[in-house]
């Protein structure tokens, strides 16, 4: 599977932005598809994860009523709204595709996803 994230930017404290995940190939394959980012000087870390088939969601604690992913099977893209930004939220996404079903309990390990897009820069400005 092949991922590319689009949509990252300069945005101020508060604001709003969507990033897009568009997937191509063996797209049948995928069962999750997560984002995860990684601020400078920091370690990548699970944001949140879609199943593909039935929409299950899940997020981490730091962005839970703020961001929201949603899917479109049709179009194979996984999008990424992010509202009430943050300083601390500026880092590189990247969005990622478990082809196999890892376990729940992995989902926010990076080792559980197989394929990886090359990251989208998100800058939220104070």
């Known amino acids: 599977v092949q991922l590319q994230a689009s949509g990252g930017g300069l945005v101020q404290a508060g604001g709003s932005l969507r990033l897009s995940c568009a997937a191509s190939?063996?797209?049948?394959?995928?069962?999750?598809i997560a984002w995860f980012r990684q601020a400078p000087g920091k370690e990548r870390e699970f944001v949140t994860a879609i199943s593909w088939s039935g929409g299950s969601t899940y997020y981490a604690d730091s962005v839970k009523g703020r961001f929201s992913i949603s899917k479109d099977n049709a179009k194979n893209t996984v999008y990424l709204r992010m509202s009430s930004l943050k300083p601390e939220d500026t880092a590189v996404y990247y969005c990622?595709?478990?082809?196999?079903?890892?376990?729940?309990?992995?989902?926010?390990?990076?080792?559980?996803?197989?394929?990886w897009g090359q990251g989208t820069e998100v800058t939220v400005s104070s």
């Open positions: 190939g063996r797209t049948y394959n995928m069962y999750r």
């Open positions: 990622a595709a478990d082809r196999l079903g890892g376990a729940l309990l992995n989902l926010r390990l990076g080792s559980t996803y197989h394929d």
